[in-house]
């Protein structure tokens, strides 16, 4: 989608720090960090929320890249917290699904 602002960062138009790279999905840090580390997980293809992505692929390198992910940045031994923020009633704002990764500390409820 042209207008996407996700879209621009993952076709890597707008720059963005990107922590984590795989055929499927990008990952880079939140703009605005609400914790010590908060990365967004986006598939590089254009869906608007969770319930529109059909393709298993994309599922699976969504998911190898919440493992790699806490891996490469040492939170997979005390663990993390993964969002994904629906549509109207959960508080989306940008229409590019995206996984919300958290950690690097002990999170409290009613971050995002
Ligand atoms: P939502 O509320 O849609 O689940 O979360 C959108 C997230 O995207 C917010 O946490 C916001 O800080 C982040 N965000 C919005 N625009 C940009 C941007 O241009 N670059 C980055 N890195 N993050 C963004
Ligand atoms: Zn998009």
């Known amino acids: 989608m042209s207008d996407c602002i996700f879209c621009k960062i993952a076709n890597k138009e707008i720059t963005s720090d990107i922590v984590y790279e795989n055929e499927n999905v990008i990952a880079f840090k939140d703009l605005n960090p609400r914790v010590k580390i908060h990365f967004l997980i986006i598939p590089k293809k254009h869906y608007d929320t ?24 040492n939170i997979d031994k005390n663990g993390f917290r993964i969002i994904n923020n629906c549509k109207e009633d959960g508080g989306q704002e940008v229409m590019h699904m995206h996984l919300h990764m958290l950690g690097g500390e002990k999170l409290k409820t009613n971050i995002i």
């Open 50 to 73: 969770i319930l529109d992505i059909d393709d298993q692929n994309v599922m699976n390198d969504l998911f190898r890249a919440i493992r790699e992910i806490a891996k490469k940045y």
